[in-house]
Structures are given as C-alpha cells and as structure tokens.
C-alpha cells in the first residue's frame, strides 16, 4: 500500500506532494515498483500533531488527488484516508474503493452507512478513547472487536475489511482524534510489543495491515529525530511484521519495501514448510 500524502501538516514533510505532475508521477512510480493499492491522504492524523483541517480542505485535496491519480493509473485500487464521512462519499463517488478510517468507525457516526452504501471496502484501525492501564494486545483485541461489531451493526460484511493495530497512536499524550491515550508503558515500548505479537490479532479472523513508514518509535530507539533517516529501520520493522502476520504494508518506500516484504514472505515459506515436514 503505497501512501500518497496531500497533506502539508503530516510529520513527514517529505512525503507530501503537490500539484497535478507531481502527484500522477509518483503515483506511475508507486505502480511501477509494485504497489497493489494506493492510499490517499488529505489531512494528518498524526497523534502528535495538531493537523486537523475543515472537511472542505481535506475534501477538496481528495478531490483533486484522485483526478490525478486516475489520470496515471487507470484501474488503480485507491483506499482515502479519513475518518469523515463527507470525505469519504467524495472519494467513493469519484473512483476509490476502499476507506481507511484510524479511528476504525468510531469518529463519525455516518461512516459506516457511507462504507455500507456504496459497496466499499473498509481498513479499520484500533482506536480507543478510554486512558486505560491495560496491556498493548489485549487492549487492541477490544478496540477492533469493537470495530467489527459496529460494522456488523450496519451491514458492512466482514470479508470486505481489513485490520490495522494502530502501530504509532497509543501514547501517553497526544493531540487530535486519532490518538488513543494509555498509561500502560512508554509509548515507543507500546508499538515494539505490538511488533513482536502480531499474530495474537489473528483470532480476530481478518487480513492486518501494518502502517510502519519512518514512524516515532524507530526514532526514539535509535536517536533518530528526522524521518528522513528511519528508512533502514522501516524496513528492518516491515520484515519483521511480515514474518510476524501482516497482509499489507502500508509505507512511503515502495520499492525498498517490496524488496524486505519479499524476504520476509521467502523466510515464512520456508519456516512454515519445515514446520509442516517435522
């Protein structure tokens, strides 16, 4: 999944790109080094960051966004990143197929209808806004069992959504809606427990996709203030999530990436065969 970022406030400035050349090139590139699925963003949902613009902002970047991108991709999987549901009528209307909510439907109360509607698929990510003490996996189980069961509720049917743990937005502070406030450990100690038990989310029954791109945590491990320079560490982080359980990959790398899920997938492969003939 390659992230495509119409947003000046995102953390990573050099992600964001502007102008109708600039996005359909990176969009041909993103296609062209293997990306399934293009997701397109129009305002930040940094939990760190207050980056939240009006819906007629965000509305509108969408909207010409996906002008371009259809321009260089024709038939192109396009998922919006959103959590309004205004949002995302506008870009189901003109081509996307997918909504990645990260405050996995619990935002705007219209989002699930919208998603039901128009046949969408949802990327529904784990998000909780009770401050709780409670340990990292336990606490994602009950927020995207929560998720699954609104979804449920209004008609959406499983097999057309995908879970996201929410690596990056359980901290102890935060600003703006996707933040998830807990008081179990240090942030950056969250997000490496989730890493390292992926595969306990997989009783929830559907596909995960992790969003690991240049993230905070790799950066307080290593000293790393820049996400300009977590790129190593991006994809130290994707093999392991692979190996670990992840269906997709959401990131700003594409070909970079591909090159560490594919080692990652060969090195599964061969764990699961050996396992199988022992």
Not at 36 to 50: E, F, K, Q, R, W
Not at 170 to 191: H, I, N, T, V
Request: proline share 4%; with cysteine; charged share 25%.
């Amino acid at each position: 999944m390659s992230a495509i970022n119409v947003s000046p406030e995102s953390f990573y400035k050099g992600s964001f790109v502007k102008g109708h050349r600039n996005i359909a090139a990176q969009v041909r590139t993103a296609i062209e080094q293997g990306a399934d699925l293009i997701d397109v963003g129009g305002m930040s949902t940094s939990p760190y960051l207050a980056g939240e613009v009006s819906e007629e902002v965000e509305g509108e970047r969408i909207r010409e966004a996906l002008r371009s991108i259809f321009e260089a991709g024709k038939g192109t999987t396009v998922s919006v990143d959103t959590m309004r549901s205004s949002v995302a009528e506008i870009a189901l209307r003109d081509g996307a197929s997918v909504v990645n909510d990260v405050s996995g439907l619990k935002h705007d109360p219209a989002m699930a209808k919208v998603i039901r509607d128009r046949g969408a698929s949802l990327l529904a990510m784990a998000h909780s806004s009770n401050n709780s003490a409670a340990r990292p996996i336990p606490r994602i189980l009950a927020a995207l069992k929560e998720t699954i069961a609104i979804a449920d509720r209004r008609g959406i049917e499983r097999r057309s959504i995908v879970l996201d743990p929410g690596i990056g937005f359980f901290r102890e502070k935060g600003l703006g809606p996707a933040y998830s406030p807990q008081r179990a450990m240090p942030w950056y100690a969250w997000d490496i427990e989730v890493l390292a038990n992926l595969e306990k989310l997989e009783t929830l029954g559907r596909p995960l996709c992790v969003g690991l791109s240049r993230k905070s945590f790799m950066g307080e491990v290593l000293g790393l203030d820049k996400p300009e320079d977590r790129l190593p560490a991006s994809l130290a982080a994707t093999a392991i999530a692979v190996v670990n359980g992840a269906c997709i990959i959401r990131t700003h790398d594409v070909k970079e990436t591909l090159h560490a899920v594919r080692i990652a997938e060969a090195l599964k492969r061969r764990s699961h065969g050996r396992t199988s003939t022992s």
